[in-house]
């Protein structure tokens, strides 16, 4: 299984499934992380959190903890 943690700066997939449960996982999708999403890794911070993510049109910045529980292709 691989995380959108794991995605290097550059690269694009596409979410599988949302991990996680009630709230965090409502917050996620409300977001836009859904399945079937294609999501672009632009930026890392440089202690490596947050991830700043293109998706759907617009920037999200993402903490390294919320990006564990996506799943992608």
Do not use: C, N, Q
Not at 47 to 72: H, K
């Amino acid at each position: 299984m691989r995380t959108l943690k794991e995605l290097k700066v550059g690269k694009k997939a596409r979410v599988v499934k949302l991990h996680g449960e009630g709230a965090v996982r409502r917050r996620l999708m409300d977001m836009g992380l859904t399945r079937g999403t294609e999501v672009t890794v632009r930026r890392v911070a440089p202690f490596g959190d947050p991830i700043e993510l293109t998706l759907r049109g617009y920037e999200l910045s993402l903490r390294r903890a919320d990006a564990e529980m996506v799943e992608i292709e």
